[in-house]
C-alpha cells in the first residue's frame, strides 16, 4: 500500500535540485507501477545509474529463522547466485552491522575493523573478484528491529562514488524505505485468496474495491489509469472464478478472517 505522505516527500523535492526532481518523479512513477520484481529492479536501476552509483543491492532480511532472504539486485548475478547459494547473508558483515545499527555506513575492504574474522575476510575478497569492493549501505528497520538493507557498490574508491552518496544521503534513505514499502509486496503471502495467489497490484486493487472505492478512486489513489485499475479487479475477479467483483470482494473478506 501506498504511503502517501512518502509519495509526496519524493515528487515535491525542495527549489534548486531539478535534476533530483525528475530522478524522484521517475522512480515513484516506475516503482508504483511495478507488480513484479524486474520492474522493480529497473526503477533502482534507473536511480542508480543517474546518480552515478554503479549497482545496487536490495536484500530482505527472512521472516523466520533459517529462511532464504529476498534479493533485488544489479549486482554481478554470478556473484548474487553464489552468494545466496552459500548463505553468505549469515556472516556478511554488511548485513550483520545493518541488523545492529539504524544509520547508514561505508564499508569494504580496507574499511572498518581491522580484526575480521577468516570467513569475513573470504566474503569480501570474493566480492572484489565480482567487482564488489566497497560500498554505501542503508539499513531499513522498523518497530520490530532490522527488516532490510538497500546497498550500493563500486569496483574501488572514486570521488564521484563518494561525493554523490554525500550530497544525496537524505534522500537516498527515504528512497530506501520506499522501495522496501513497494518490494515487500512480492514475497508476501497475504496476497492468497481463496487457494489463489493474487499479483500485487489485482490484490491491492481487490483491497481498495473492499474498502468501497470505485475504479477511478483507485486508479487516483495508487496512481494509474481508471482503465488499468479496472483491468486487475477483472483479472483478479478471473483468477477467483467468480462472476462479480462482490463476489470476489467475500472471498478476499473470508480469506481475512481465516489468516
Not at 536490495?58 to 529463522?65: I, K, S, T
Not at 545493518?98 to 580484526?115: D, N, T, V
Request: proline share 5%; with cysteine.
Amino acid at each position: 500500500m501506498l504511503d502517501s505522505e512518502m509519495r509526496v516527500a519524493l515528487t515535491r523535492r525542495p527549489a534548486g535540485s531539478s535534476k533530483m526532481d525528475r530522478v524522484f518523479q521517475k522512480f515513484a512513477e516506475r516503482l508504483t507501477e511495478s507488480s513484479h520484481p524486474n520492474e522493480a529492479q529497473q526503477s533502482m536501476a534507473d536511480v542508480t545509474a543517474a546518480l552515478r552509483l554503479s549497482c545496487f543491492a536490495y536484500l530482505a532480511l527472512p521472516r523466520r529463522p533459517g529462511g532464504p532472504p529476498n534479493l533485488i539486485s544489479t549486482y554481478p548475478s554470478s556473484w548474487t547466485a553464489l552468494y545466496l547459494q552459500r548463505g553468505y547473508e549469515s556472516i556478511d558483515p554488511v548485513v550483520r552491522r545493518a541488523m545492529r545499527e539504524p544509520k547508514p555506513f561505508r564499508w569494504g575492504l580496507g574499511i572498518g575493523p581491522r580484526s575480521r574474522s577468516d570467513s569475513e575476510r573470504t566474503l569480501f575478497e570474493e566480492a572484489a573478484k565480482f567487482g564488489i569492493r566497497c560500498g554505501f549501505t542503508f539499513p531499513i528497520h522498523d518497530d520490530h528491529g532490522a527488516i532490510a538493507a538497500l546497498s550500493f557498490a563500486t569496483d574501488e574508491h572514486r570521488t564521484s562514488f563518494e561525493r554523490s552518496l554525500f550530497e544525496h544521503a537524505q534522500s537516498l534513505r527515504l528512497i530506501a524505505s520506499f522501495f522496501h514499502a513497494h518490494a515487500k509486496r512480492f514475497w508476501t503471502i497475504d496476497r492468497m485468496v481463496a487457494g489463489v495467489l493474487l499479483s500485487p497490484r489485482e490484490h491491492e486493487c481487490l483491497e481498495w474495491s473492499a474498502r468501497g472505492k470505485s475504479a477511478g478512486e483507485i486508479g487516483i489513489i495508487l496512481g494509474i489509469a481508471e482503465r488499468t485499475a479496472g483491468f486487475h479487479l477483472d483479472n483478479a475477479r478471473a483468477k477467483l472464478g467468480v462472476s462479480s467483483l462482490r463476489q470476489a470482494i467475500v472471498l478476499l473478506t473470508e480469506s481475512k478472517s481465516r489468516k
